[in-house]
Nanobody, 124 residues
Framework: QVQLVESGGGLVQAGDSLRLSCAAS????????MGWFRQAPGKEREFVAA????????YYANSVKGRFTISRDNAKNTVYLQMNSLKPEDTAVYYC?????????????????WGQGTQVTVSS
């Protein structure tokens, strides 16, 4: 069991940067693969980025590759998503998620715990 709380969302203009944080409670944070997903109105929740337990492996959706960076600090029980060069199409609710399975598979059904989400809105 782990509880996740996202923060850092807001309203920005295209081209701006934003950093999201996900604070995890519990004593087993380092046992979880972590991921970021997003969901826009009327659309399915989609994968954004993921990071392995120790941070040695990172994975990104093609739509954000080169612009977003996922990282984690296990000592602080926190995972981050640095978002640069934001586009209006990045507008969505962003969710932090934890995956306790042995393999890291970046689809929503493979993640066991979810935060409440934080809104990111990018205007033109």
């Amino acid at each position: 069991q782990v509880q996740l709380v996202e923060s850092g969302g807001g309203l920005v203009q295209a081209g701006d940067s934003l950093r999201l944080s996900c604070a995890a409670s519990g004593r087993t944070f380092s046992n979880y693969h972590m991921g970021w997903f997003r969901q826009a109105p009327g659309k399915e929740r989609e994968f954004v980025a993921a990071i392995s337990r120790t941070g040695g492996g990172t994975y990104y959706a093609n739509s954000v590759k080169g612009r977003f960076t996922i990282s984690r600090d296990n000592a602080k029980n926190t995972v981050y998503l640095q978002m640069n060069s934001l586009k209006p199409e990045d507008t969505a609710v962003y969710y932090c998620a934890a995956n306790q399975r042995a393999a890291l598979i970046v689809i929503p059904n493979q993640f066991d715990y979810w935060g409440q989400g934080t809104q990111v809105t990018v205007s033109s």
